[in-house]
């Protein structure tokens, strides 16, 4: 009887292990996706597999090199869940060679040579989108307009799809519009009211669209945080400061400022409240932390959407946010128990 | 108030906890087994927290059932008692149920068959009679916490009298999945139980008693409530939501008071007793039946057992009878657990034996148990931060621990972590966080244990340096005041005495060479012994478990050692009875003096003591033991001081008699320099303090007792210096008159009062720095005020006050050139002690550097070898090169001084 020696506890929980947790993440993503795809045309389906085989290819490539098992790294869904997570960040109908050097930018640079999962300081899949976002910008601004709006009056078929993302779509300028955020930052002199009547992004079914997508982001976030997988704190953080912004401005100047309900329902805010800034691994920890965390991505997403170079501010706010989150870790400990008052900071260097 | 509020109590709640799967109905399906007597009994000495027993028995001895068998060693320990009748028929090493797998002392008992109880004495009158008695009658019945740690009880209760009670809770939640001995208990035992809790109120009077038991035990809940209620009792039932590990003492008080047990505190000292269910029952069979503490309630679960249940067994049946009992099926078998899953301690034998505090034993299969799957990467998902009952970030001390940064492990917390195993239940990579935080721990407590070694030995060190420093110091004087004193005195009648002493007989210097170097071995001994004796005290005191044996086995040996040389000292003398007598008007004067000394130490040892226990009287004004100890001391006391005064009349006979002057000034110097090594202990211990405030160190305590006896020390020979000097001024005044130097005094005495002036001078300083560092601290008016630096200063101030006036007084009487000679001899010592300091420090900055450097270096070299810890690498890197650059700085300010001061010589 070769009995077992090993210290406690004895047990663990059952079944939900580390790759059960990237897999209800991509679970999760699976409402915009689909929506995305219904709006917009097969391109975010090709997107995703380019992605995840190019995930695959450079996590297996750099483990190989690192000599850590493949397999064992692979089967913990990190790459594919950054894979995703890029896919169905980029513009539908974006060249494959975009998305390969986003997704293998974020897998190779910002994950693996910082060591892997669990090392990377910043979050991979905004790394990567950053880099692309700076480095091709006529091909991230082309986002596929909703059928009714576009001048060709249809969304792309899946060969279109195909030939726009592999060699290149001559027709393509009419399937493609302008999304809201980038309309109303390109609204120029017209006060709001003015640019909503008359900008074509800012239709209807234009913002319905998005109204569409977010809702479907929001369902699948929600679902993450019924399955404990992510807190409140960080959707909540962001999107309650990126409300309680954008109501001070637009009460404030309402005729150059949008709505607050425009903000939250428009580009990426609840995908990136509930899956991007969520990333534990580069985001804080302590609930306070995510709060401020999460607040400070909200403030940050805000003021890049209304005075910054892009119509969109989640991937800067949030690999802002990242630099900022050991620092705030360090004055955001809880109160443990037993002890008065939380410690905050840390005292390096001193001599005892 | 209505009966029905009487039983219900407000219930809080807990941060974090987990729901792992209950699996307690499997061993409730069988009623309470009662397995038969096993071939043999394993008893170990150690079956609770403290010191083990020492056996009353001896091999062959015939024991009835309840018969002591083992009597407590010290203040934290217990007895222990025959489980049933029998023969002992070894004493010997055997393998225990202990977390290290180690064998330990055990006595082994093969019963007769007939068990036969002894007489038992029931504690009838225990309401009658006083609680220390009562508490002496629990511990001689062998009763210790059952509930898992095994503190005995007698001595828990007593550290309940330090503040009034407001909670005296009685732990029944056994929260742990699988136990249900506890639940079982309450189910057989109700009316024994609340009989016990009874008789325990009555020893601590709280104010409310609360019995916490979670919501998963309806049986024994209603069951209680039946008792309670039938007895109209007030004694309240809170049921607590089920969720681990709401039955730890931290959990569950939080649970039942809302109250917190603040970080390094007992509950005590917030006024709250926790108590198992199952040492209420004990405590309750003892003193009403009069039974010790010989058997107890355990858990037999597992898949790997065919009838899983419930047993009444006795203390010392092997595991391996307890398996068959319950018809183990050894194929399944792979883990075999003594307690929960989650704290419990895998065994590594069955022949292992139940104790005192064995609540469950868990044979379970592999599938019951699998092996833990492989660790993955730590993506700080955070859930187990959700699940800490301790609200600590455990991802951050996971990596912390990985890193090996101690600090900042400590500033996380790391000690308030209670090893529930929440976190690594949770863990979705598998991560085994608490291994990894014992890891630290225990690393955290050899650093510490290692920090505190190498201050002893520095101060060791430093003391030795400023003694040897001091007698070549003397020893230089002494030869100036020789080359003065041999043009002007040819003839001195006082040297030619050890010349005269000088031809004797050639053995004699040999043998009182011996025997001189016997005795400061012995006494070397001694205080090495009574140093170790000091530490088995602190740490019986502070439970440091571990350290106790290993303490107490020095102890011995040492005594050994010392016993060894008394003896070997007792035959010198025999062997030299030819010692000449010339010799001994000579060389008793310094036994004698030797003695004087001796029992000057004895009488500070002594009044030292007695001042504590008076303390503790006073803290514990009925404690009869205490006042017993006193009196003995207080006659020690006077027979020391006795011997003191009879000696002190022979040595001032003898020293008049020959070298009176010398003597005295010898005495003096010698006083001197002890009180000087002293102080600067006394200094050295209450920086250690502050610092260890400052970080917080659990071993405050201990460095406070330090300090008070160093300061006590200090203040002793202070005293004696004061008396001595009395008496030399005496011989100094007479020698003054015959001498023919009595410039070379005069100058002395301005020398240390320069000195002394100086040292007045740095105080200030050192008091006004201190309290402007506190300013800087922001720390507001009062709290400088509360800290002892401003009185410091003070003193300092008027002491210096007093000695500059006490310098102008003689400078005027002196002669001019007297004066000036000793005043260039005190600036030059002044000028050169700074210029010393300066050098020292210059050194130990370039050293500073030196090693900053290295470091860098070294990390510089590591941040090649491991790219993946590159962020914590050069986070330490940074943290060196600031730590550099400020050494740097320093060093060039301090070259820059030194230089300023030569130019200024």
């Keep these: 009887m070769a009995l077992l020696r090993i210290t406690s506890p004895h047990t663990q929980r059952a079944g939900r292990r580390t790759s059960w947790v990237m897999q209800m993440v991509i679970l999760a993503t699976i409402p915009g996706i689909v929506v995305q795809t219904w709006l917009f045309g097969w391109g975010t389906f090709i997107n995703l597999m380019i992605a995840c085989i190019t995930a695959l290819l450079s996590e297996a490539a750099i483990l190989a090199i690192r000599r850590r098992p493949v397999g064992f790294f692979l089967k913990d869904y990190s790459a594919l869940l950054t894979a995703v997570l890029l896919g169905v960040a980029l513009p539908p109908v974006v060249p494959w060679w975009v998305t390969v ?120 976030g929600l679902a993450l945080i019924w399955l404990r997988i992510i807190t409140w704190h960080t959707p909540v953080a962001l999107l309650g400061a990126l409300l309680i912004m954008s109501g001070a401005f637009h009460l404030f100047d309402p005729s150059n400022t949008a709505t607050p309900f425009f903000h939250l329902t428009t580009g990426a805010a609840m995908f990136g409240a509930f899956f991007i800034a969520t990333d534990p691994v580069s985001s804080c920890t302590s609930n306070r932390g995510k709060l401020i965390y999460g607040a400070g991505i909200g403030i940050l997403i805000y003021i890049i959407r209304s005075w910054g170079g892009y119509p969109d501010g989640v991937a800067f706010g949030v690999l802002l946010m990242n630099f900022a989150a050991p620092l705030i870790d360090y004055y955001t400990q809880p109160r443990t128990y037993g002890h008065k008052k939380a410690k905050t900071g840390l005292k390096v260097g001193e001599d005892n | 108030m209505p009966t029905v509020n009487m039983q219900t109590a407000n219930i809080f709640s807990f941060h974090g906890g987990i729901h792992p799967p209950e699996n307690k109905t499997q061993s409730l399906q069988l009623p309470l087994g009662r397995p038969s007597l096993p071939n043999e009994l394993i008893l170990p000495l150690g079956q609770h927290i403290g010191q083990s027993s020492r056996p009353l028995v001896k091999v062959g001895d015939k024991v009835l059932k309840g018969e002591t068998i083992a009597i407590n060693n010290g203040f934290l320990s217990s007895f222990l008692h025959a489980p049933t009748s029998g023969t002992i028929t070894a004493i010997e090493e055997r393998l225990i149920a202990h977390p290290s797998g180690l064998s330990d002392l055990c006595i082994i008992l093969t019963p007769d068959g007939s068990d036969t109880w002894t007489k038992l004495e029931p504690l009838s009158h225990w309401q009658d009679i006083s609680k220390t008695d009562v508490l002496a009658y629990l511990s001689e019945m062998g009763i210790i916490g059952m509930g898992g740690a095994g503190f005995p009880t007698q001595v828990k209760l007593q550290g309940a009298y330090k503040n009034p009670l407001t909670h005296f809770i009685i732990n029944a939640a056994e929260c ?45 809940i209603a069951a209680l409530r039946t008792v309670l209620n039938k007895r109209k009792s007030k004694i309240q039932v809170a049921v607590v939501p089920t969720k681990y590990p709401s039955g730890g003492e931290k959990q569950l008080i939080q649970l039942l008071t809302g109250k917190e047990v ?101 044979a379970a299969s592999k599938k019951e148990l699998p092996p833990p799957a ?102 230089e004087a002494k030869r100036l005041a020789r080359q003065k004193a041999t043009p002007s005195k040819t003839t001195d009648e006082k040297k030619s005495a050890p010349a005269k002493a000088a031809p004797t007989a050639a053995a004699a210097p040999a043998t009182t060479d011996e025997s001189k170097k016997l005795k400061v071995d012995i006494a070397i ?72 000394k001796k029992a000057k130490v004895d009488v500070a040892l002594i009044g030292v003591k ?111 210096l004061a008396n001595p000097e009395a008496a030399s001024q005496n011989a100094e005044a007479q020698t003054k008159k015959a001498d023919a130097a009595p410039n070379n005094v005069d100058a002395d005495a301005a020398k240390k009062r320069k000195i002394d002036l100086a040292i007045a001078k740095a105080g200030i300083k050192k008091a006004e720095k201190n309290i402007q560092l506190l300013q800087e601290q922001g720390k507001d008016e009062a709290e400088i005020n509360a800290s002892e630096w401003p009185s410091k200063l003070k003193e300092a ?46 050194k130990k900055e370039k050293i500073a550097v030196a090693l900053a450097k290295a470091q860098i270096n070294k990390l510089n070299k590591r941040l090649e070898s491991t790219p993946e810890d590159a962020d914590s690498i050069n986070q330490e890197i940074n943290a060196t090169q600031q730590r550099l650059q400020r050494a740097e700085a320093l060093l060039e300010k301090l070259i820059h001084s030194q230089t300023n001061m030569q130019e200024n010589r």
């Design chain 1, 101 to 220: 050097t986003a997704v293998a930018f974020a897998i190779i640079f910002a994950k693996q040579l910082y060591g892997g999962l669990g090392n990377n300081p910043f979050n991979p899949a905004m790394v990567g989108y950053a880099i692309v976002l700076v480095s091709f910008p006529v091909p991230m601004s082309q986002w596929l307009g909703v059928h009714s709006m576009v001048s060709a009056g249809e969304t792309l078929s899946f060969m279109q799809s195909l030939q726009a993302i592999f060699h290149q779509l001559p027709v393509i300028d009419s399937y493609t519009m302008a999304t809201p955020l980038d309309g109303f930052k390109h609204k120029d002199l017209l006060d709001s009211q003015a640019a909503f009547s008359s900008i074509a992004a800012l239709q209807g079914p234009s913002l319905n669209s998005w109204l569409w997508v977010n809702l479907a982001y929001l369902v699948g």
């Design chain 2, 176 to 220: 742990e999945p699988y136990i249900t001995a506890d639940d079982m208990l309450i189910r057989e035992k109700t009316l024994e139980l609340v009989l016990g809790i009874e008789i325990l109120q009555h020893l601590v009077q709280a104010d409310h008693v609360v019995i916490g038991i979670e919501d998963n035990k309806p049986t024994a």
């Design chain 2, 262 to 362: 603040p970080s390094g505190q007992y509950p005590a000292d917030i006024g709250i007793l926790c108590q198992n269910v199952g040492t209420c029952v004990a405590v309750h069979d003892a003193i009403t039946l009069g039974k010790p503490l010989i058997s107890r309630f355990t858990t037999l679960t597992g898949d790997a057992l065919k009838n899983p249940q419930n047993v009444e067994v006795l203390l010392g049946t092997p595991v391996a009878h307890l398996l068959d009992y319950a018809e183990s099926e050894p194929k399944k078998l792979s883990r075999l657990i003594m307690g929960g899953p989650m704290m419990g301690y895998t065994l590594d034998s069955a022949a292992v034996p139940i104790v005192k505090t064995s609540n469950c034993i868990l």
């Design chain 2, 374 to 475: 492989p660790e993955q990467a730590c993506i700080r998902c955070g859930m187990c931060e959700q699940a800490c009952p301790a609200s600590l970030l455990p991802q951050q001390l996971l990596w912390f621990s990985k890193s090996q940064e101690f600090e900042k492990a400590e500033h996380h917390n790391l000690f308030d972590c209670i090893e529930c195993g929440a976190c690594s239940y949770v863990c979705p990579s598998s991560i085994p966080l608490v291994q990894y935080y014992r890891h630290t721990k225990s690393s955290i407590r050899e650093a510490r244990e290692a920090t505190v070694k190498s201050d002893l030995a520095k101060q060791r060190f430093e003391a030795r340096k400023a003694r040897q420093d001091a007698e070549a110091a003397e020893k």
């Design chain 2, 525 to 596: 001994g001694k205080s090495k012994l009574k140093k170790l004796e000091k530490q088995l005290l602190e740490a019986q005191e502070n439970e440091h478990v571990e350290d106790i044996n290993s303490l107490q086995l020095q102890v011995t040996d040492q005594e050994k050692a010392i016993a060894l040389l008394e003896e070997q000292l007792a035959q010198m003398p025999s062997a030299t009875p030819a010692a000449p007598a010339v010799n001994t008007a000579k060389a008793s004067t310094a036994p004698v003096n030797d003695e004087l």
């Design chain 2, 610 to 720: 007695l001042k504590k226990l008076q303390k503790q009287l006073i803290e514990t004004p009925d404690d009869q033991e205490l006042k017993d100890k006193i009196n003995a001391f207080e006659t020690d006391l006077k027979a020391a001081q006795d011997t003191v005064s009879r000696l002190s009349a022979t040595t001032e006979s003898h020293t008049a008699a020959s070298e009176p002057k010398a003597a005295a000034s010898d005495e003096l110097k010698k006083l001197k320099i002890d009180a000087a090594i002293a102080k600067a202990a006394v200094k050295k211990v209450e920086k250690a303090l502050k610092k260890a405030e400052e970080i917080n160190a659990p071993e405050i305590e201990a460095i406070r007792q330090q300090l008070k006896e160093a300061q006590q020390r200090a203040d002793d020979l202070e005293k004696a």
């Design chain 2, 797 to 842: 101030q008027e002491k210096l006050a007093a000695l500059e006036a006490e310098e102008s007084a003689p400078a005027t009487a002196v002669s001019a050139p007297v004066e000036k000679t000793a005043d260039t001899v005190a600036q030059s010592e002044v000028k050169a002690e700074p210029e010393m300091d300066l050098a020292t420090q210059i």
